[in-house]
């Protein structure tokens, strides 16, 4: 491959190699061109019902032998235009966000270019890049393995093999299976435990992966509950909407006087209208388009969404379980005390940002004495380590790997030592730290003391005293006596109690008959050192965070695995527990059965030292008592816990590729706080949606009963010809336009509302609870009717007869009635952003919908004063007055919404005073 084993490829190497063998991507389906979408927008039912109409309208202007132009057809043509263009808009703009979303969670891969370790978007590999494999890492490419260490790959996606394959580097003699080429590794695989160097062989479609061809079909696209839910909603509403339909044009043509077939055709034409005007079929597309910006808005937060049917599921989240290091805390791993058999040494509080740069440049060692046992202490928990301290040209220090690997590194440099220490020792092999065992071990070659080996070993100081059979004390090794290892064991509880995290390290020299491969069967009989207490100071937006939670009758459970005693503390530092709650660790858990744990649950909310199976477990156990849990996890063995729970969220910054693959959320900042604002903004995206449902649904249902109305009660408002015949209050025109100018854009604009102030002081919503319920159907039928009798008085004030006799012409007439319809509309938009608060409650809050609002405003007057579309939708101008009588019959449905608002709040003044006492 023409490959440094050591450098790697260059920089001009790998980008004459990325351009001619292209990006390492699967082959997928072309990108659709953007007219295939336009096109799309006219394959829709309610689309084939418009073209029936224009088709009818073209039909009446031939039948009635007109030399004008057929007005009636090209205006539903355009409207029919129109409709499409804002479909297209919709669907290209969501999926623009989505393709956003995507580009934010595409897979990494760790190389080594011009001898430097960088990480790039796994696409970017070429054939000859080293490949650094690391215990849950995603395999970017096929690759031959030049190095192995304890390298256990998961390659059930390739060859169905469900346990974990052990790798190496040794030649195959001959041409072997798939799943037996051990010196291999794949792309797409997992890197289950251990650490490994590979030369990348094959990129793309040449990779194994890339010949599987059901691997590459495309994945069909997702389809939320809500989604389903809503398409179900427009199903039934459309059915509902085609029987009305056809229920008033067989009411007009039995009680109209019918002559010819033009009259017949016009009738048809209303009840086509009235059907397509009244079925919300821009329903799904501004679900989507809602959902999509959501989740782009998430992103900017460091929130990132995978899943649409998330964004529903943060909604109803009741039980966060989270990982203390880096998400409660600010995972700047700090050593400040050491605990050895000579007693306590302490170390200036130096901390840095995870993979950045060093708070301070001066690391000397302060305070406390320098003990020989500190010096190995440090040493050797720096040798047992894989991060690196590497200073800048800037003279500034950047550490690079796990920040309690470099914590030793920076307490280390304090001790001016790291440089000899680099010089003396050598590491030749590693025993992986993995979550079960809780340690890790390095096999090093010292080459002042001729070349004797050692093996170091850093751990929990539960674990690693188990191994250990003697102590250093000072320059001597003694026996671990029943005394000495009770003041190790109250050195750790002492750290813990002052909130440290504590690790320790111990050490054995190895004969020269020991085989270094031999793995953790080594981990016998090693010399403890001592430990040291790291400090990781909870962030400070935590605390609050984790009280607004609470206050949204969320339940927070720390999840750790540190020691019971350190998790306590950080616990009831943050509010999660009451002083003195304790916690239950991984070995209590063992001794429980089902029903032990499911008891447990309901009152534990700290766990120490648990493994990833035990988080599997206390999933499962919040689900079954209807929880709806959102887990966080960081390695590749929380995979099975995130995948478990309903809202899976991965680290950004610590998590590996696999959990970020199994998470259905990517924290982006590894911040608690982030968890929370994700919930928030889950809860006002479906109060949004409920908005613009409860205002599409109301508006359609004003449309429709304004017909139904004026059909049924012709004789009682005035409705009538002179031969007795009904006269229809709108044109199928002016049914059309309504639904053009007032469902999109007012509907787009709720769904960016701001979020009500209220958002997090209620209970979690429940899985179960349907998005449109009873409550919201009774108002879209209370506000759709008094949309319509607003409608219908107005024409009746105009009209000769009726309950009001007025002297206007029908042509005028007609024009108010549909002017208030527009106008309650856009007056229903200021009144559906909310279920029970008043429409003044932030009222010019969303400049969007105002927005909205006037491009409606100013399209209505111009239907209705200029003169080419009064033509076209048989308009004719209105005075100053009668647009002051239209708005105030159009604003009684702001006043009835108003009142019935007013009612709901006082029919339910508990709640009130519940909210308010939340609020407080």
């Known amino acids: 491959m023409d490959t440094d084993i050591c450098l790697g490829l260059s920089n001009a190497q790998a980008q004459a190699r990325l351009n001619r063998d292209g990006p390492n991507v699967l082959r997928v389906q072309p990108v659709k061109p953007a007219w295939h979408y336009l096109l799309a927008q006219f394959q829709d039912p309610l689309v084939y019902l418009l073209l029936v109409a224009v088709a009818i309208t073209l039909a009446i202007w031939f039948l009635s032998d007109s030399r004008d132009w057929p007005v009636d057809a090209l205006v539903i043509t355009l409207i029919v235009l129109a409709n499409a263009f804002l479909g297209f808009f919709q669907e290209t703009r969501s999926q623009r966000a989505v393709a956003a979303l995507a580009k934010l969670t595409q897979t990494t891969s760790s190389i080594i270019r011009d001898g430097a370790l960088t990480r790039i978007p796994s696409e970017q590999l070429v054939i000859g890049d080293l490949l650094v494999l690391a215990e849950g890492d995603s395999v970017g490419a096929d690759a031959r393995l030049i190095q192995a260490n304890a390298l256990q790959v998961l390659e059930a996606s390739l060859t169905g093999e469900s346990e974990a394959v052990s790798k190496n580097t040794t030649c195959s003699s001959a041409e072997v299976p798939l799943a037996e080429r051990s010196n291999m590794v794949f792309k797409g695989t997992a890197i289950a435990q251990g650490t490994g160097l590979g030369v990348v062989t094959a990129v793309g479609m040449a990779t194994e992966v890339g010949g599987i061809a059901h691997l590459l079909d495309v994945t069909?696209?997702?389809?939320?509950?809500?989604?389903?839910?809503?398409?179900?909603?427009?199903?039934?509403?459309?059915?509902?909407?085609?029987?009305?339909?056809?229920?008033?044009?067989?009411?007009?043509?039995?009680?109209?006087?019918?002559?010819?077939?033009?009259?017949?055709?016009?009738?048809?034409?209303?009840?086509?209208?009235?059907?397509?005007?009244?079925?919300?079929?821009?329903?799904?597309?501004?679900?989507?388009?809602?959902?999509?910006?959501?989740?782009?808005?998430?992103?900017?937060?460091?929130?990132?969404?995978?899943?649409?049917?998330?964004?529903?599921?943060?909604?109803?989240?009741?039980?966060?379980?989270?990982?203390?290091?880096?998400?409660?805390?600010?995972?700047?791993?700090?050593?400040?005390?050491?605990?050895?058999?000579?007693?306590?040494?302490?170390?200036?509080?130096?901390?840095?940002?995870?993979?950045?740069?060093?708070?301070?440049?001066?690391?000397?060692?302060?305070?406390?004495?320098?003990?020989?046992?500190?010096?190995?202490?440090?040493?050797?928990?720096?040798?047992?380590?894989?991060?690196?301290?590497?200073?800048?040209?800037?003279?500034?220090?950047?550490?690079?790997?796990?920040?309690?690997?470099?914590?030793?590194?920076?307490?280390?440099?304090?001790?001016?030592?790291?440089?000899?220490?680099?010089?003396?020792?050598?590491?030749?092999?590693?025993?992986?730290?993995?979550?079960?065992?809780?340690?890790?071990?390095?096999?090093?070659?010292?080459?002042?003391?001729?070349?004797?080996?050692?093996?170091?070993?850093?751990?929990?100081?539960?674990v690693l005293l188990q191994h250990c059979t003697q102590v250093q004390v000072g320059m001597d090794v003694v026996p671990l006596t029943d005394d000495l290892r009770a003041k190790a064991v109250a050195d750790v509880n002492e750290l813990s109690g002052a909130a440290l995290r504590t690790l320790s390290v111990a050490y054995r020299p190895l004969s020269p008959e020991e085989d270094v491969t031999a793995g953790p069967s080594l981990e016998t009989a090693l010399v403890f050192i001592g430990t040291v207490g790291i400090s990781d100071p909870p962030r400070e937006e935590v605390a609050p965070a984790i009280a607004e939670a609470r206050r949204a009758g969320i339940r927070i459970i720390m999840i750790t695995g540190d020691h019971p005693r350190t998790a306590a503390r950080i616990a009831e530092d943050l509010g999660i527990i009451q002083a003195g709650a304790g916690a239950l660790t991984g070995a209590d858990l063992d001794k429980l059965d089902d029903a032990a744990l499911a008891e447990a649950v309901k009152s534990t909310s700290v766990y120490a030292r648990v493994a990833p199976s035990h988080k599997l477990r206390i999933v499962d156990a919040l689900q079954a008592q209807g929880h709806v849990v959102a887990m966080t996890g960081d390695g590749v063995n929380d995979a099975p816990a995130l995948k478990s729970a309903d809202i899976g969220i991965a680290m950004g910054i610590t998590g590996t590729e696999v959990t970020r693959q199994a998470g259905k959320m990517i924290l982006a900042d590894d911040n608690f706080a982030t968890i929370v604002l994700a919930v928030r903004e889950g809860r006002g995206i479906l109060d949004n949606i409920r908005k613009f449902l409860r205002y599409l649904l109301s508006s359609n249902m004003g449309e429709v009963l304004t017909v139904f109305l004026a059909v049924v009660g012709a004789g009682i408002i005035g409705l009538v010809d002179e031969k007795g015949g009904i006269i229809l209050p709108l044109l199928a025109t002016q049914i059309l336009w309504i639904n053009l100018i007032t469902d999109a854009a007012p509907a787009i604009a709720m769904g960016l509302d701001p979020h009500s102030e209220d958002v997090m002081t209620r209970s979690p919503r429940k899985p179960t609870d349907r998005i449109i319920d009873t409550n919201m159907w009774v108002g879209v039928l209370q506000v759709g009717l008094v949309m319509a009798l607003a409608s219908l008085l107005t024409i009746d004030w105009m009209l000769p007869g009726g309950l009001i006799p007025g002297n206007e012409s029908l042509v005028l007439a007609r024009t108010a009635c549909f002017t208030v319809l527009v106008l309650a509309q856009l007056f229903n938009a200021l009144s559906a952003r909310s279920e029970s608060a008043s429409a003044f409650i932030g009222l010019f809050a969303n400049q969007w919908l105002w927005g909205a609002i006037v491009l409606a405003m100013i399209l209505q007057i111009a239907v209705v004063h200029w003169s080419p579309l009064n033509r076209a939708f048989g308009t004719s101008a209105l005075t100053l007055s009668q647009w002051g009588l239209c708005f105030a019959m159009a604003s009684t449905v702001f006043w009835f919404s108003e009142l019935r608002k007013l009612v709901l709040r006082l029919r339910s003044p508990w709640q009130e005073k519940d909210l308010c006492q939340k609020l407080s």
């Open 220 to 462: 069909p696209e997702e389809v939320t509950p809500l989604q389903k839910e809503v398409r179900a909603i427009g199903r039934m509403l459309g059915i509902a909407i085609l029987l009305i339909a056809a229920v008033v044009v067989a009411a007009v043509l039995m009680l109209t006087d019918v002559h010819t077939v033009d009259d017949v055709l016009r009738v048809l034409l209303l009840g086509v209208s009235l059907a397509v005007a009244a079925v919300p079929e821009g329903l799904p597309a501004v679900l989507s388009l809602v959902l999509a910006f959501g989740m782009l808005r998430m992103a900017r937060n460091k929130a990132i969404i995978k899943r649409l049917s998330s964004v529903e599921t943060l909604g109803s989240a009741s039980v966060i379980c989270t990982d203390k290091t880096g998400t409660l805390t600010r995972s700047e791993m700090t050593i400040q005390q050491t605990m050895t058999a000579s007693g306590k040494g302490v170390v200036s509080g130096v901390g840095y940002a995870p993979q950045g740069q060093i708070h301070h440049q001066d690391l000397p060692m302060s305070g406390g004495p320098v003990h020989s046992e500190n010096v190995l202490l440090l040493r050797g928990g720096s040798l047992a380590g894989n991060a690196a301290l590497t200073q800048q040209e800037d003279g500034t220090w950047v550490i690079q790997g796990d920040p309690t690997e470099g914590a030793f590194l920076v307490a280390e440099r304090k001790l001016d030592a790291p440089a000899r220490s680099r010089e003396r020792f050598e590491r030749v092999a590693e025993i992986p730290f993995t979550s079960d065992r809780k340690m890790m071990s390095a096999l090093v070659i010292d080459h002042e003391r001729n070349d004797e080996r050692l093996l170091i070993s850093k751990g929990a100081p539960d």
